[in-house]
């Protein structure tokens, strides 16, 4: 149930950062957000939990209110917390 659960949020992950990253506009930050993302499909595959993605999940939410209401410094805030605590996150369990 867990590998099913990790393929599904794996794909909207994907799909979640993808989106925004095409919509930016610049694409060689698009380029190496796909590269970056490859790294991070195989750490969810190895390394997560139900709690860490519902983590996520409400990070992903947070970005996207800041996006529909237009509000960029917001979105930037809200983008710039998601990746520091997967970095830490990921660190925290390769170390």
Same mark, same amino acid.
């Given at each position: 149930? &867990?590998?099913?659960?990790?393929?599904?949020?794996?794909?909207?992950?994907? %799909?979640?950062?993808?989106?925004?990253?095409?919509?930016?506009?610049?694409?060689?930050?698009?380029?190496?957000?796909?590269?970056?993302?490859?790294?991070?499909?195989? &750490?969810?595959?190895?390394?997560?939990?139900?709690?860490?993605?519902?983590?996520?999940?409400?990070?992903?939410?947070?970005?996207?209110?800041?996006?529909?209401? %237009?509000?960029?410094?917001?979105?930037?805030?809200?983008?710039?917390?998601?990746?520091?605590?997967?970095?830490?996150?990921?660190?925290?369990?390769?170390?």
């Amino acid at each position: 149930e &867990f590998e099913e659960w990790i393929a599904h949020w794996t794909e909207f992950d994907e %799909r979640f950062h993808g989106e925004i990253a095409a919509a930016c506009g610049n694409r060689r930050l698009a380029q190496d957000i796909r590269r970056y993302r490859l790294i991070h499909r195989g &750490f969810n595959h190895v390394s997560t939990d139900y709690n860490s993605l519902q983590s996520a999940l409400e990070e992903h939410v947070e970005i996207l209110d800041a996006l529909s209401a %237009r509000d960029p410094s917001a979105a930037r805030a809200a983008m710039e917390r998601h990746i520091k605590n997967w970095q830490r996150y990921f660190v925290e369990r390769f170390q």
